[in-house]
């Protein structure tokens, strides 16, 4: 499959089985566009009419066309769809946890999936023996692998410090005499965030995900208080604290951006130039009828900001004045990874990844926590609920009937199965909404990385 298109004076032209991206001229460019679909004839005849070029300079470029072809740098076929199922498989231990300390929050914002921390449940915090226990069953189940990933969640997981404390010396432990080694990861809303925390994340964590949502009156608009106020002011100074005593890396303030702020390259711009270097920003996804929703009508104004934030990303490497910075979903290896098993299997979902609520719950994933139909089992008896699990093995990017004639399949290998079931009712289906937004990022990074090449950024 060729995906082309043309951004910031780059001709590019993907093709999409192979993961060669090509930057091309004009006439090369007409030239892929008409391949498949003229004969030689009606290609050189057309190409000489739109260009100032001869039949013989045409008939050169159809050739390195043809040599690409013939070395799978274009137009190749796909030779993974009868092996999906086959990938999936090799997903058969598990290697992550999300660890639900705290289904509790000392805020309350509009957009959250989790009920304001409570995940449509009682208030609760994880026990050290409960934690304990989903370490040693994530160390029980990961087979032969040695790094094990943790990531403490909530709610708040701050509101349950003291267990995230001891949990930590738990697993570290155990690293040892399992011949594991753990790498665990804080998500924080930043009420809570002092130089305590900020010390033994520092010294802990190897990543730290804060919440922030751009500037002060759209993260306000969202983000508030259990009183109602704002929480700009209260927690950006311990973010940039934190921030600076890493060394602005191994962490990332993980934004949303709503109906509210379509703009929303502009909040991320805006914490660029507060110092931040590692940047992501997520579409909200929410209820239809909720008032801060995305709908169709926006979708223009969106693409057009992904493209803005691309321009903008590029010029600043290129002044070369330390204003650059790091967007997630632009973050793009075309030479090296991910493996062509990790594009087609996905994120782990319910195989590789599971979540662990504060009762000792197994979930396929922290967006299913609550949701009794896919609850897997417990953490001391064990997965069973198998009709569910097989499911999820079954849940790849050729899972997907919309995904199969999609440029960007191998760059999101099917999506979120957690946004296709709150959007459609299947983990197998696709929220559209989101699949246009991320075929225009997989764009913008591609862009990005051509120039970084081209232009030796």
Not at 126 to 144: P, Q, V
Not at 264 to 282: Q, R, T, V, W
Not at 351 to 366: I, N
Not at 392 to 413: Q, T
Request: charged share 30%.
């Amino acid at each position: 499959m060729i995906h082309q298109y043309k951004m910031n004076d780059y001709n590019i032209v993907l093709d999409a089985e192979s993961g060669c991206v090509h930057t091309v001229d004009d006439v090369a460019y007409d030239i892929i566009q008409l391949y498949e679909s003229a004969s030689r004839e009606e290609i050189i005849a057309t190409v000489t009419k739109r260009h100032s070029v001869t039949a013989e300079e045409v008939e050169e470029t159809l050739s390195d066309v043809d040599a690409l072809k013939k070395e799978n740098k274009l137009f190749t076929e796909d030779l993974f769809s009868g092996q999906a199922h086959l990938f999936k498989e090799r997903q058969s231990v598990v290697k992550a946890l999300c660890l639900h300390v705290a289904h509790a929050c000392n805020m309350t914002c509009g957009y959250c999936f989790a009920g304001k921390g409570e995940y449509q449940g009682d208030k609760s915090l994880m026990s050290y023996e409960t934690g304990k226990r989903a370490l040693d069953w994530l160390i029980e189940n990961s087979g032969s692998r040695k790094n094990l990933e943790v990531d403490f969640f909530g709610g708040e997981p701050l509101l349950n410090f003291q267990v995230v404390k001891d949990l930590v010396a738990y697993g570290r432990s155990r690293e040892k005499a399992c011949g594991k080694q753990f790498r665990f990861t804080l998500t924080t809303n930043g009420l809570l965030l002092d130089d305590e925390v900020i010390e033994f994340a520092n010294r802990e964590m190897s990543n730290v995900v804060i919440s922030l949502d751009g500037r002060k009156e759209i993260n306000d608009e969202m983000r508030k208080t259990l009183k109602g106020g704002g929480t700009y002011d209260a927690i950006l100074p311990a973010f940039k604290k934190l921030a600076d005593s890493r060394g602005q890396r191994d962490y990332y303030i993980r934004g949303t951006y709503t109906h509210f702020n379509r703009d929303f390259a502009s909040d991320i711009l805006h914490m660029a130039d507060l110092g931040f270097k590692e940047l992501s920003m997520e579409p909200v996804v929410a209820p239809p009828n909720a008032p801060y929703a995305l709908v169709k009508e926006d979708m223009p104004k969106l693409l057009s900001e992904y493209e803005r934030l691309a321009k903008e990303m590029l010029e600043r490497r290129r002044e070369k004045k330390g204003r650059d910075f790091t967007f997630y979903h632009y973050m793009i290896d075309l030479v090296g990874g991910p493996c062509i098993v990790k594009r087609i299997s996905g994120c782990g979902v319910g195989t590789e990844y599971m979540a662990v609520t504060p009762a000792g719950e197994l979930y396929p994933c922290h967006q299913f926590v609550g949701d009794k139909k896919f609850l897997l089992g417990n953490i001391w008896d064990g997965i069973d609920n198998h009709q569910i699990l097989d499911q999820f093995k079954g849940c790849n990017v050729y899972s997907h009937e919309e995904c199969k004639d999609c440029f960007a399949k191998l760059y999101c290998s099917g999506g979120c199965a957690a946004n296709a079931y709150h959007t459609t009712g299947s983990i197998n289906g696709v929220y559209e909404l989101g699949c246009e937004l991320h075929r225009k990022r997989i764009e913008c990074a591609i862009m990005l990385k051509v120039a970084e090449m081209c232009e030796e950024l």
